[in-house]
C-alpha cells in the first residue's frame, strides 16, 4: 500500500507560479511511473505530466513550456513547477502512481489550484 499526500496548491494571480508536492509513504519513484492529472469542475480528469522511473517526462502540450515536473527520490517526493499560470489551469490537481508491470496504481487526495486576480 502506498499512501501519497499532495500540497502545495492555492490561490494565485494569472502569471504567478505554485509547486506542487506529492509525497509518498515510501520509496516507489525509482519504480513506478509518477503522473499529475487535474480536474476542473464540469471536466473529465486530464494527464498534465508524468515520469517515469528512469526521468523521461512528458507534458500535456497545454502545459509545455511553463510546468515542470521534477522528483527526489531520496525525500520520496515529487514536484509540480508551475510557472505563468494561466485562469484555465484551475483544477483539482491529483497525482497517481503507476506499477510500470503489474499495472495497479494509487492516488493522492488532491490540492486544489485556482488561478485568478
Known amino acids: 500500500q502506498v499512501q501519497l499526500v499532495e500540497s502545495g496548491g492555492g490561490l494565485v494571480q494569472p502569471g504567478g507560479s505554485l509547486r506542487l508536492s506529492c509525497a509518498a509513504s515510501?520509496?516507489?519513484?525509482?519504480?513506478?511511473?509518477m503522473r499529475w492529472y487535474r480536474q476542473a469542475p464540469g471536466n473529465q480528469r486530464e494527464l498534465v505530466a508524468g515520469?517515469?522511473?528512469?526521468?523521461?517526462?512528458n507534458y500535456a502540450d497545454s502545459v509545455k513550456g511553463r510546468f515542470t515536473l521534477s522528483r527526489d527520490n531520496a525525500k520520496n517526493t515529487a514536484y509540480l513547477q508551475m510557472n505563468s499560470l494561466k485562469p484555465e489551469d484551475t483544477a483539482v490537481y491529483y497525482c497517481?502512481?503507476?506499477?510500470?508491470?503489474?499495472?495497479?496504481?494509487?492516488w493522492g487526495q488532491g490540492t486544489q489550484v485556482t488561478v485568478s486576480s
Open positions: 515520469i517515469t522511473s528512469g526521468g523521461s517526462t
Open positions: 497517481n502512481v503507476q506499477h510500470p508491470v503489474l499495472g495497479y496504481d494509487y
Open positions: 515510501r520509496n516507489i519513484f525509482s519504480i513506478y511511473v
